[in-house]
């Protein structure tokens, strides 16, 4: 298979393949790290700038809200202080008393039953649901 080259391809293909090192450009990983950190630093402050002066104009072209105040503000009054305090005062002192204190729990009771009701009960289900049977399934074959 023969691939037709064209001037420009067959420059690029002999200088690549020559001695002097091709087209003459020589590697130099210090430079070459250098330009692409360079560029990765001007693309992160660009977009950062962009992006800090594009929320500053929204924020800075919001409307105004005017906010009305519909509640009126918590007073203090001190009956209504003294009487929550009184509250809490005893229901302090009823828990540290039940805390203190032994509960007394009765004993479980236990129930006797006669195996003779137990015999006679008679069954949950009505005479009409009794008389009624399932009908035999049909044998396949």
Not at 1 to 22: D, I, R, Y
Not at 76 to 97: C, I, P, S
Not at 112 to 119: L, Y
């Amino acid at each position: 298979m023969k691939f037709k080259l064209n001037l420009f391809s067959k420059h690029h293909l002999q200088s690549a393949l020559s001695s002097k090192g091709g087209t003459g450009y020589e590697m130099n990983p210090v430079r070459d790290w250098t330009i692409a950190l360079s560029i990765a630093t001007l693309s992160f402050l660009v977009g950062t700038t962009f992006i800090a002066f594009d929320f500053y104009t929204q924020i800075s072209q919001a409307p105004k809200q005017e906010v009305t105040v519909t509640e009126k503000p918590m007073t203090y009054n001190e009956k209504d202080v003294v009487r929550y305090a009184e509250l809490y005062a005893e229901r302090a002192d009823m828990f540290n008393r039940l805390r203190e204190e032994k509960v007394y729990v009765p004993p479980p009771v236990e129930i006797e039953s006669n195996e003779q009701e137990v015999e006679d009960a008679k069954p949950l289900a009505t005479e009409e649901e009794e008389q009624y049977t399932d009908p035999a399934p049909e044998q396949v074959q």
